[in-house]
């Protein structure tokens, strides 16, 4: 969590690809149980937001994460 917090405050991200992580939020406030059965709220972020990391350069993730683990 801390690293996509993290990743939504660096300027170098497009604010399009910033709107996963967003979309996963709104989706949790706005629509709580949308998908009976095995798919479940959970599973739609946790799918926004590994498409969010997968499309930022992993050159800025490995940046982030040597901060964080200073």
Not at 4 to 31: F, V
Not at 52 to 66: G, N, S, T, Y
Request: hydrophobic fraction near 55%; charged fraction near 25%.
């Amino acid at each position: 969590m801390k690293l996509i917090l993290r990743l939504m405050a660096d300027e170098r991200i497009s604010i399009r690809l910033k709107l996963l992580p967003i979309l996963s939020l709104l989706y949790l406030l706005l629509y709580p149980d949308m998908f009976p059965g095995p798919i479940d709220d959970a599973g739609v972020i946790a799918l926004l937001n590994t498409l969010f990391l997968a499309f930022v350069p992993r050159e800025i993730i490995q940046e982030h994460k040597d901060i964080l683990h200073e």
